[in-house]
């Protein structure tokens, strides 16, 4: 049986002291083969250690957001970043992008994520949700609202209905979609992709949590208008 989720993280001030009490943790799980945990690296280069399975990670988080949001004063951002860093964490992406629709141009921006080279790669990010002519694959997804994993991105049709941007700038070979709606429209998007093919692995309660973290977003912005 799989024992509680634990994630701790070290702190710049209290980062050796943490750190240290996290190794001694391992090597006493280390005995415990029914215990899973793991070693993860946050974008700053924090090392924290992650005691529990991915699904029991992503519930943990759930559980989080679901915490956080009772508060009165909870605020939009601080709920999206959560959501963002328990994706991130969970599933060892190599980087997680949110999109927000930019009214003046109808198009999903990047606003702000984690992961490798986020800071500039975000920018990039320009989906169209009323295009002319065939839409390239993101504008279909997210015009349609199809949460998407995209296990193979470098063959066949799938490399060729990639929009430009994408392909130039990003070119991640496996990505995942959520695209997140509001009365049947899409106003925004959490992308999430790893450096292999193959390399995003799900199984159903990891996918259900997953949607669950999108729509805790969605009630987030619907909450606060």
Not at 10 to 17: E, F, K, N, R, V
Not at 91 to 99: A, E, K, N, S, T
Not at 135 to 140: E, I, N, T, V
Not at 168 to 189: I, S
Request: aromatic share 8%; glycine share 8%.
């Amino acid at each position: 049986m799989t024992a509680p989720v634990t994630a701790v993280t070290c702190g710049a001030a209290s980062a050796p002291t943490r750190e240290a009490a996290d190794i001694a943790v391992a090597r006493w799980l280390s005995d415990r083969p029914g215990v899973a945990y793991a070693w993860r690296t946050l974008p700053d280069g924090r090392r924290y250690l992650s005691v529990g399975g991915d699904a029991e990670l992503l519930a943990a988080g759930v559980q989080d957001i679901t915490n956080s949001m009772v508060a009165d004063d909870f605020k939009r951002n601080e709920v999206m970043r959560m959501v963002l860093e328990t994706m991130y964490r969970a599933l060892d992406f190599r980087r997680v992008v949110f999109c927000l629709r930019d009214p003046k141009t109808d198009r999903l921006t990047g606003r702000f994520g984690l992961g490798s080279d986020v800071d500039s790669m975000k920018n990039v990010f320009s989906v169209p949700l009323a295009s002319r002519g065939a839409p390239d694959l993101f504008s279909a997804i997210c015009t349609k609202g199809m949460d998407t994993l995209i296990a193979d991105a470098t063959i066949g049709t799938t490399h060729q209905r990639l929009p430009a941007w994408y392909r130039e700038h990003v070119n991640a070979p496996t990505f995942l979609l959520l695209p997140m709606a509001l009365k049947g429209k899409t106003f925004a998007l959490i992308y999430a992709d790893k450096a292999r093919p193959g390399g995003i692995e799900v199984d159903e309660k990891e996918l259900s949590l997953l949607r669950t973290l999108r729509n805790q977003a969605v009630m987030a912005f619907r909450q606060l208008g």
